[in-house]
């Protein structure tokens, strides 16, 4: 990416950035560092119950977001305005998973709106890519009440959904939005901050997943925006690597 626009996404996400002439800004302060780290190696959470495959592991895109806006299978049926199935390309080799929807994605039934999305498109511009090339995705289709939390057996009833469109996209990498998705998504409540910089391997696939920060997190907390910005170096490298067909160096 020009070292022009590279400037402009970085001013999009709020980040100053300070080069001298002729420099491109490209601070990378962490090791690249790609090695699987097993989930479980720190803070193992309670492995939670499997979710034993549903109608939906066979299915294809249409019949699923059908099956999906039909579902009552927690107790979020009975809240929701609408599901939000997920958004994006079907043949994206980038997919962002976040945590659930919260009040203006259930009311516009997209994931990733409002000002927390706006930021995560600055997010995936910075990348050098654009939304609608990539595929977006949450845990858990309905929002949880009050924006809570996801609950374990929620994330659980939901997670064959997830299973299946990671499937139906194939992606080359998956980036963990924030720190509820990643620890639900690789089972551990391992800090975010010490998941950051590593290629997780997830699920039986082993699915490429590198993590970064929720775009609330970073407009609540701006002064973490570089080291979102760091995390999408990562990303954009350790992509590079798996495109090559290294994958993971594990
Ligand atoms: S959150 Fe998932 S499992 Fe729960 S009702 Fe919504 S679609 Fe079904």
Redesign the pocket.
């Known amino acids: 990416m020009p070292a022009r626009r590279t400037l402009a996404y970085l001013e999009a996400l709020g980040i100053d950035v300070y080069v001298r002439r002729g420099m491109q800004a490209a601070p990378v302060a962490e090791p690249l560092g790609v090695s699987a780290l097993p989930a479980s190696e720190e803070h193992p959470a309670p492995p939670a119950p499997a979710a034993s495959p549903g109608l939906e592991a066979t299915l294809g895109w249409e019949p699923l977001r059908e099956l999906?806006a039909a579902?009552?299978?927690?107790?979020?049926?009975a809240t929701?305005t609408q599901?939000v199935f997920g958004a994006g390309s079907h043949e994206a080799r980038w997919m962002f998973i976040g945590e659930?929807p919260g009040a203006d994605e259930d009311r516009q039934g997209e994931p990733f709106v409002g000002r927390a999305g706006q930021l995560l498109t600055s997010m995936i511009r910075a990348a050098g890519l654009r939304r609608e090339d990539v595929y977006i995705v949450n845990v858990?289709?309905?929002r949880?009440p009050g924006n809570r939390d996801?609950k374990p057996a929620?994330a659980v009833?939901?997670r064959g959904?997830l299973e299946r469109q990671i499937e139906l996209v194939s992606p080359t990498l998956i980036i963990a939005v924030g720190r509820i998705a990643a620890q639900n998504l690789l089972a551990t409540e391992t800090p975010l901050a010490r998941l950051r910089s590593r290629v997780h391997a997830l699920g039986a696939r082993g699915w490429p997943l590198v993590v970064t920060y929720h775009p609330a997190y970073l407009l609540r907390s701006p002064g973490e925006k570089r080291k979102a910005w760091q995390d999408l170096l990562f990303a954009k490298q350790t992509f590079a690597r798996l495109a090559r067909g290294e994958r993971s160096g594990a």
């Open positions: 999906v579902c009552t299978r927690c107790e979020l049926h929701r599901t659930a858990l289709k309905c949880p996801p929620e009833a939901c959904y």
